[in-house]
Nanobody, 124 residues
Framework: LQLAESGGGLVQPGGSLRLSCVAS???????IGWFRQAPGKEREGVSC????????NYADSVKGRFTISRDNAKNTVYLQMNSLKPEDTAVYYC???????????????????WGQGTQVTVSS
C-alpha cells in the first residue's frame, strides 16, 4: 500500500485548504489517519476515519474546524481544513495500519504505512 498526500500550500489565517490522501497498490479499504508535524515538535494525530467512513475522530485542537471524509471508489481520503490558524502550520501526513481490520485512533504506533507529507503554511 502506498499513500500520497496533496493539497498543501500557503494560506492566510482564517482560510481553508483541502488535503487529499490517495492510495495505490491496494484498495483503500483501510482506516486512515491524518497526522502533522511542526518544526521542532513531535508528530501528532489530527484526525482518523474508519474504513467505511462511519466513524471519525478528531484532536481537540481541530474539532469544529477540520472534517475528514473518504471516497473509497476514488481510493481517496480528504481532510477539509477551515478557519486555519498559524499554529496549524506543519507537514501533514496520512497513514494506514498494517491490517485493514484494525480499529485505530490517533496514536502514531498504530500505523504502518505513511505518505511523504504535504506542507501547510498558515501565514499573513
Amino acid at each position: 500500500l502506498q499513500l500520497a498526500e496533496s493539497g498543501g500550500g500557503l494560506v492566510q489565517p482564517g482560510g481553508s485548504l483541502r488535503l487529499s490522501c490517495v492510495a495505490s497498490g491496494l484498495p483503500l479499504d483501510y482506516p486512515i489517519g491524518w497526522f502533522r508535524q511542526a518544526p521542532g515538535k513531535e508528530r501528532e494525530g489530527v484526525s482518523c476515519i474508519s474504513s467505511s467512513g462511519a466513524s471519525t475522530n478528531y484532536a481537540d485542537s481541530v474539532k469544529g474546524r477540520f472534517t475528514i471524509s473518504r471516497d473509497n471508489a476514488k481510493n481517496t481520503v480528504y481532510l477539509q481544513m477551515n478557519s486555519l490558524k498559524p499554529e496549524d502550520t506543519a507537514v501533514y501526513y496520512c497513514a494506514a495500519p498494517w491490517d485493514p481490520r484494525l480499529r485505530v485512533g490517533l496514536e502514531i504506533k498504530e500505523y504502518e504505512y505513511w505518505g511523504q507529507g504535504t506542507q501547510v503554511t498558515v501565514s499573513s
